[in-house]
């Protein structure tokens, strides 16, 4: 018996036990889906080119709610607690990665690596806004959380991360800037990391050079399309040495 999408019961909200954080979250992909809707971007990768950054400079674009729950749950069922975010915008995906981290403190682990939640962004004032939402969302600014701002380019190279150290990472940012993020952080993805990467099927053009590399069997990552609208890639980092 297959049942159909239209009778199915829908799941309950991940963080539904926590409200104000859920609430926050809520607001935040509504106001993200009327923005795109509006301006007819609904599966486009944003901005596009650099002539784009000041037309979407007031878009959230926050990654689809379905994706974003996903990624909660492949997080927590990682035990991920060392997660790296390429391109935080206004926070939204921000918020499920701190909350999946905080909900795998309290599990046992081997790691000898403090819990942390790196986010980047380039622009101060959606650095600020992203810090307020974490903010409104948890009451305080998690311990875990290191906000980076600036070109991502230099702020990741400048964090010191020590080798083998990160457990996940999620590729939201500008397309030409997806390939240098990802080689940057290579060596500090522990063995079985995750990377996530939003809209690989609408913009795999876009993505070109990214997805050749991870396509090489020598640079060690086996992957799937998760489907979702526009598609969202989960890559797992298995070098054969």
């Known amino acids: 018996l297959v049942m159909s999408s239209s009778s199915r019961v829908p799941s309950p909200h991940p963080l539904s036990s ?5 609430a926050v979250l809520d607001r935040l992909h509504a106001a993200s889906l009327h923005q795109e809707q509006a301006a007819n971007a609904r599966l486009s ?3 596009k080119d650099a ?6 400079a007031e878009q959230l674009v926050a990654l689809d709610e379905d994706k974003a729950r996903a990624m909660y749950l492949i997080l927590r069922t990682m035990g991920a607690r060392r997660v790296v975010e390429a391109g935080t915008s206004y926070g939204v995906s921000l918020i ?4 999946a981290v905080n909900a795998n ?3 046992a682990t081997s790691s000898p690596f403090l819990p942390l939640v790196i986010g980047t962004e380039n622009e101060p004032a959606k650095a600020a806004k992203a810090l307020a939402h974490v903010q409104e969302a948890f009451g305080t600014i998690p311990p ?11 702020t990741i190279p400048a964090a010191n991360l020590p080798d083998r150290s990160i457990d996940a990472l999620l590729l939201d940012i500008w397309a030409p800037l997806a390939l240098p993020t990802l ?3 290579l060596p500090k993805l522990r063995i079985g990391a995750a990377v996530f990467i939003d809209n690989s099927g609408a913009s795999e053009g876009r993505y070109k050079d990214l997805f050749e590399f991870l396509r090489k069997p020598d640079n060690g990552f086996v992957m799937t399309t998760l489907p979702y ?3 969202f890639e989960l890559c797992i980092y298995s070098p054969a040495h």
């Open 18 to 22: 926590q409200p104000g954080v859920q």
């Open 45 to 47: 990768h944003f901005p």
């Open 51 to 56: 002539k784009d950054v000041n037309v979407y």
């Open 96 to 99: 499920w990665i701190l909350s």
């Open 105 to 107: 403190l309290p599990l």
């Open 144 to 154: 875990s959380l290191t906000l980076l701002e600036g070109d991502i380019l230099h």
């Open 183 to 185: 080689t940057n952080l």
């Open 229 to 231: 609208s526009g598609g």
